[in-house]
């Protein structure tokens, strides 16, 4: 016989089967009369409700770009736990990507987490029209009269930091260039009073900023963990500092050649003067966005010259023909001559990109139309990303795009600007192009064309990797080299 309890049961489970069959069936019927969307949406990467598309970026966002790109093609979207993200690869997709105007394509929402370690009232804390008028003191900051007194401190920093290497020996490279990139940013950038009496003191509170930026903080800026406490510990005494040296220098009424000079002498367009919250957070925004590029690419160019000797022949060839030119001096101008040095460079940064990812949120609907002609339709609400790290080797863009040819940006060839503008991606483009793009190239060409002209060098270490792991993709672990000191001779 059949328990009440059992009966019971048997009642319950029969109610919630009901229920559920019930509320299976609206859905049907309310999806069959709602009317049809005519949207053409990306197609969709197959992963497993709610934290699929997680893992997939968990594993790497490239390998899986590179996994869906095959499948689905230069449009596809993810995902990603509660937020859809529309990839756009290729020149083709991405013009509208780097070319729309804010109101339709935004960066402050996707880069919300920098706000505590740029601090309040800057950048990505504040809305457009503010933060247009101070990117324009960043563009003042770099005009090309004050890229040349920073090319004489770069000069300056360089012969001094070598000057202590002896006559031969061994080195990690990638070290090296490190602490020689954060010398000259804080020369050029911070000023003269950070360099010359509190570099050990800044350097290693931005050490701590720096590792304030956990791939955590993407999702929780504020998380209460270490990481986050010393970074918040860290910005508050840099805010000090700077405000001591600001109030010195507007008291002095001294002025000094740097970026700091230009943040204290910049005014919005109402009058209003900088404030010293505002001098400290667009100084921080400047040494985030170049420090890291700088020494991670002019590590990586290093790497490839002493792998491949035709082309450091090359360079080594360049500096002899500028030597017997204008013998051993070296200023902005001179060094804007050394094209084969810059296309050494520039081959690095487009296989080696430090940021692989660009973000903005979608504020309305648009459509892109791939290169075989199919048209999506982006809904608003979507994140919309690139990847310089995957459209820099498109293979119908460029030949044999894993190998290092700085020969393909010559005359005749110029493959980066073979399916138009957006077809190098490593300094981004369009309306949000990177304003440091030439103070980087002088940065690196004043390190490399003085190591060039001095030393031999020889990689004694593996060939180095990307350090995935990083937020910003650097090179992973040790590059040693062998240096010997030597004079180049412009007769060889």
Known sequence: MISSMDLKEHKFF??????????????LVVAALAPKSRKRLPPMVAAVPVIGGLLRFMRGPILMIREEYAKLGSVFTVNVVNRKITFFIGPEVSGHFFKAPEAQL???EVYQFNVPTFGPGVVFDVDYSVRQEQ???????LRVTKLRSYVDHMVVETEDYFSKWGESGIVDLKYELEHLIILTASRCLLGREVRDKLFDDVSALFHDLDNGMQPISVIFPYLPIPAHRRRDRARARIAEIFSTIISSRKTSGKSEDDMLQCFIDSKYKDGRATTEGEITGLLIAALFAGQHTSSITSTWTGAYLLRFRKYLSAALEEQQVIMRRHGDKVDHDILSEMDVLYRCIKEALRLHPPLIMLLRYSHSDFTVTTREGKEYDTPKGHIVATSPSFANRLPYIYKDPDSYDPDRFLPGREEDKAAGAFSYISFGGGRHGCLGEPFAYLQIKAIWSHLLRNFEFELISPFPEND????????KGEVMVRYKRRKLSVDS
Do not use: D, Y
């Open 14 to 27: 029969a109610a919630g089967f009901l229920f559920l069959a019930t509320l299976i069936l609206a859905k």
């Open 106 to 108: 935004s960066q402050q």
């Open 135 to 141: 990117f324009r003191f960043f563009t003042e900051a």
């Open 468 to 475: 995935w792991n990083a937020m910003v993709v650097g090179v």
